[in-house]
């Protein structure tokens, strides 16, 4: 099972910027799903996260800018950022609770880390 990240990049503030992450392999079901950030000298943060039925929470700075959203069909989380501020500059993670076919419990799996980068 991978996680697969893919949508950084540089942006001006005040632009928007899109996330996606795909998990493959042999995957029997995925729990909650999510966006993590972390920035040069801080610690790694939930950004937002999404249930498998669609329950979505967000880190109070994100809030009315970023909208995280799923396709179960497909494995995917999304992570529309709009209205970019400097500080929103991390790389960012996706992360995904997935149980393995023949598994009987979820793990916790990452993805590789994209670079978001808000400046002038």
């Known amino acids: 099972v991978q996680l697969q990240a893919s949508g950084g990049g540089l942006v001006q503030p005040g632009g928007s910027l899109d996330l996606s992450c795909a998990a493959s392999?042999?995957?029997?079901?995925?729990?909650?799903m999510g966006w993590y950030r972390q920035a040069p000298g801080k610690q790694r943060e939930l950004v937002a996260a999404i249930t498998s039925d669609g329950r979505a929470n967000y880190v109070d700075s994100v809030k009315g800018r970023f909208t995280i959203s799923r396709d179960n069909a497909r494995n995917t989380v999304s992570l529309q950022m709009s209205s970019l501020k400097p500080e929103d500059t991390a790389v960012y993670y996706c992360?995904?609770?997935?149980?393995?076919?023949?598994?009987?419990?979820?793990?916790?799996?990452w993805g590789q880390g994209t670079l978001v980068t808000v400046s002038s």
């Open positions: 992360n995904a609770n997935i149980r393995r076919i023949g598994g009987f419990r979820e793990y916790d799996y």
């Open positions: 392999g042999s995957i029997f079901s995925i729990g909650a």
